[in-house]
């Protein structure tokens, strides 16, 4: 879309100043003035329904608990435990607590409810990522992630127009963010201290330096094998994309930032696991 907003200020510009110059400066100009409206737009709408992301969250949390069965004490304390992470305050909470039960409803309108949240922001695709990351993190507070979840996971992804392939790339991402957190590494600082105190990256507390090593592959989103310079950009985009300052210019409720904050930190400690691995800078 913003090819066709370049193109049309090009030929506006070429008209107005007649000069071929014109054209250049609009394939310049166009995408700036694209991105402009698409920011005011999705502004416009978060301040019509600033609730909409936090609850939708919670409902099709609800709903991936139904879809197992019959929902179970553990699947409220699974649910009330990512409130926690989420620090809610009373209000939040309550909110969060309502969504839930009307997500566990049987005519729940799921397709419709994320049709809703990606209309609201189809032009912030750094949202509706960090999105999918908190659903399948919330899914997976148990540590498993069963076919009709998947299932439920993957009409996320159609909703809001993200290839299968990709969403299975974020459930073996956060994946590997569970196990990452479940073997000690949730701060940044604790696995500095970490290197520091084994040369081998590997011995702390009995754990399989092999089994870090993968899952930190695996939090970036590449393959062990992979070049260093892919290992980079890969976590240069993901440190860009979970940046607090531009999540919340993009909109994301600040309900959300602290989990946002928590997975930068660990996308920062599985990259220095793999620096020290492979030994880069």
């Known amino acids: 879309m913003s090819f066709i907003w370049a193109i049309i200020a090009g030929f506006v510009l070429s008209i107005v100043l007649k000069t071929g110059w014109g054209f250049i400066l609009g394939l310049f100009i166009g995408p700036m003035l694209y991105r402009t409206f698409c920011n005011k737009l999705t502004e416009q709408r978060t301040q019509a329904n600033p609730t909409l992301y936090l609850t939708v969250v919670f409902e099709v949390l ?15 304390n699974l649910a009330s435990q990512f409130m926690d992470k989420l620090q809610l305050d009373r209000n939040g909470r309550k909110l969060a607590q309502d969504s839930f ?9 799921l397709r419709s409810r994320l ?3 990606y209309a609201q922001y189809r032009f912030r695709r750094n949202v509706l ?4 990351e908190q659903l399948i993190q919330a899914a997976l507070v148990d540590g498993v992630l069963d076919e009709k979840e998947q299932q439920i996971l993957f009409i996320v992804a159609e909703e809001f127009n993200i290839p299968r392939q990709q969403m299975a790339i974020y459930i073996q991402m956060m994946m590997g963010s569970y196990h990452f957190r479940q073997n000690g590494y949730s701060n ?16 702390y507390q ?4 092999q089994s870090d090593l993968q899952n930190a ?10 070049e260093i310079s892919e290992i980079k950009r890969a976590y240069r985009k993901l440190m860009n994309e979970h940046h607090p300052d531009k999540l919340v210019s993009k909109g994301l409720p600040k309900e959300m930032l602290e989990a946002a904050k928590k ?17 880069f800078k």
């Open 129 to 132: 990522n960090i999105f999918c």
């Open 206 to 209: 009995g754990r399989s330096p």
């Open 263 to 279: 997975r930068a930190q660990e996308i920062q400690a599985a990259y220095d696991l793999i620096k020290a691995s492979r030994g």
């Open 62 to 76: 609800g709903h991936l608990s139904k879809a197992k069965g019959v929902v179970t004490q553990d699947d409220i």
């Open 101 to 109: 039960n009307n997500g566990k409803a049987s005519d729940y309108p």
């Open 217 to 226: 592959y695996k939090i970036l989103g590449v393959a062990a094998t992979a």
């Open 188 to 203: 940044q600082n604790e696995q500095r201290g970490q290197y520091q105190r084994s040369n081998n990256y590997g011995n």
């Open 115 to 117: 049709a809703e949240l």
